[in-house]
């Protein structure tokens, strides 16, 4: 193999990691015409047809183009399962290939936050963020929504009917329907709000990224492999990238700008020779900077589902009899973007407590109208309907450790699922909530049959069985380069790395605990803040 050296470049700003993340950046920072940004993708273009409609979260995660595949170490909690944990490789990253909902979590959430020691990152002083980058459709008078962001945030404008029977199942259980989980209150069922546009996925990429990519102080690189930081007298000076066997180094004049997400971030850490000596040691790399909170405090939300066959042909689904539907669909889509193509299927559900005493919604629910089997295979022959039970705030934390110094490699991540008793507990009660909402003669007009896990699961302990046997992440991985004051903090309130200078960590990885919610928009409102903290640094 010939090994190819390039020769130096330098920007002011260097961001590694073309997600959610990184595209605010890029658009934010290179605003000031006098500064040189460099956005660094380890994957392709996000240009493809492939994953613009909605309904491509039903296929998208697991086509490998657009996705780094990673799995979990085997889970001793979940009868030794390795779990799927697809991320986003492409400009976009998850956010190209996401189910697209927009829910911020709860208030309560970031003021937890700043309660630990994270000054500024309270909910009144988050709030400002989540609004700058949202370009509401449905909530245009509220003052907790944007209306002139860059991000189309919408309600699904052709919902299927059977939401309807969730719905008036739910109210059956005192569940009022709320018409904004982004609101005044969390609590309730309704149709969620998703980033997207006539049927059309409003990535990060799409949102933040192609209004500016013509800027001459904007370079956009992909399909570059970062190698790791590199760091002189505690200092970040620039990165070590690859492309295929061609190796080159680029500078970065004011600061690296860390967006890698919470699997990729303390990897190029830990690659740099930040982390912890003892997992540095086991990997063959030499500690330059001991830090031994990279990599952990690693926080997923588990889940569940309850799956349900129909002989009506109502739901979404794919079968010979609807053939000629799906030709209809499609013509509807292209002409009018309505229809199943303009769908990402997760159109509505809700928030709920499983104990009157809890303060907030521990619970999410995802209902979905049409027929599928579990991830990754999604979409699957036939006709029905899903409902996800989404454990909110689990106690349990796991940790990204690597294996070597080759980026190609990738880390074991052991989520370590459910290891918190209470977290299983939780599950149950939620999870039996949803049968009986399942259960109702709302549903009776569909004609159902639940198939998994049928009839045979009754008792506590065969809920447990059956949670161990079949629950997944919804793919929201937080917390490993967590922003604090302890010892086991990676960034402070700034987002600095903690005892170097020139390096930020801006993504979900600071996260130090789990939000409410899904993560995605939050993970923008971070980003936006961190472009207002380094724009204050070049006017001192």
């Not at 920007?11 to 290179?30: H, K, M, P, T, W």
């Not at 779990?83 to 697209?100: A, E, F």
């Not at 700043?114 to 909530?139: M, T």
């Not at 982390?275 to 031994?292: F, Q, R």
């Amino acid at each position: 193999m010939r090994l190819t050296i390039m020769p130096e470049r330098e920007f002011d700003y260097l961001i590694v990691g073309g997600g959610s993340s990184g595209c605010v950046l890029a658009n934010r920072l290179s605003e000031n015409q006098n500064i040189r940004v460099c956005l660094i993708e380890a994957g392709p273009s996000d240009k493809s047809w492939f994953l613009k409609p909605a309904i491509s979260v039903m296929y998208a995660m697991k086509y490998k183009k657009y996705t780094s595949q990673y799995f979990s170490s085997p889970q001793h909690n979940m009868n030794g399962r390795a779990i799927h944990i697809p991320r986003g490789k492409t400009l976009g990253g998850t956010s190209s290939i996401n189910g697209m909902l927009y829910v911020r979590g709860h208030p309560s959430d970031y003021d937890n936050w700043a309660e630990n020691g994270n000054i500024g990152w309270d909910w009144q002083s988050v709030l400002p963020y989540f609004k700058k980058s949202e370009k509401n459709h449905n909530f245009k008078s509220s003052m907790l929504h944007g209306t002139d962001g860059l991000l189309n945030v919408r309600r699904l404008d052709d919902p299927n009917p059977v939401n309807q029977a969730y719905f008036s199942s739910a109210k059956q259980l005192q569940f009022h329907f709320n018409q904004d989980f982004n609101g005044t209150q969390q609590e309730g069922v309704g149709h969620y709000q998703s980033t997207m546009t006539k049927g059309i996925r409003n990535s990060a990429s799409v949102a933040f990224l192609r209004p500016v990519k013509h800027r001459k102080n904007l370079t956009i690189m992909t399909n570059i492999e970062v190698e790791g930081v590199s760091l002189e007298n505690g200092q970040a000076t620039g990165i070590r990238v690859s492309r295929g066997n061609t190796k080159f180094k680029i500078k970065a004049k004011k600061e690296v700008l860390l967006c890698a997400g919470s699997i990729g971030s303390p990897s190029i850490l830990m690659r740099s020779g930040v982390g912890s000596p003892s997992t540095l040691s086991k990997a063959g790399i030499n500690t330059i900077h001991p830090l031994p909170g990279v990599g952990e405090n690693l926080q997923d939300h588990a889940s569940c589902t309850i799956y349900v066959k129909t002989s009506s042909r109502s739901p979404y689904g794919i079968s010979f009899p609807v053939l000629p539907k799906l030709a209809a669909w499609g013509f509807d889509y292209f002409l009018r973007r309505r229809g199943l193509f303009a769908s990402n299927i997760m159109e509505c559900g809700g928030f709920f407590k499983t104990e009157k005493s809890l303060q907030h919604p521990n619970i999410q629910h995802i209902f979905m109208p049409a027929f599928r089997q579990p991830p990754p295979n999604m979409l699957a022959y036939g006709h029905g309907y899903s409902l996800n039970t989404i454990l909110l705030r689990p106690k349990s934390t796991g940790s990204v450790k690597i294996k070597s110094p080759n980026p190609s490699e990738a880390p074991i991540i052991d989520l370590n699922m459910l290891d918190a008793a209470e977290d299983l507990e939780a599950l149950v009660a939620a999870i039996k909530t949803s049968r009986q909402i399942l259960s109702s003669r709302e549903f009776s007009h569909l004609k159902p049959k639940e198939f998994r896990p049928g009839p045979q699961v009754q008792t506590d302990e065969d809920w447990k069985e059956y949670i161990r046997a079949n629950a997944q992440t919804v793919y929201h991985p937080v917390g490993t380069c967590k922003m604090g004051v302890g010892e086991d903090a990676v960034v402070d309130s700034n987002l600095s790395v903690r005892g170097l200078r020139n390096l930020r960590v801006i993504d979900a990885s600071i996260m130090p605990r789990i939000v409410g919610g899904n993560t995605n928009a939050p993970t923008i409102m971070i980003a936006e803040k961190g472009a207002d903290i380094i724009k204050k640094t070049l006017t001192h």
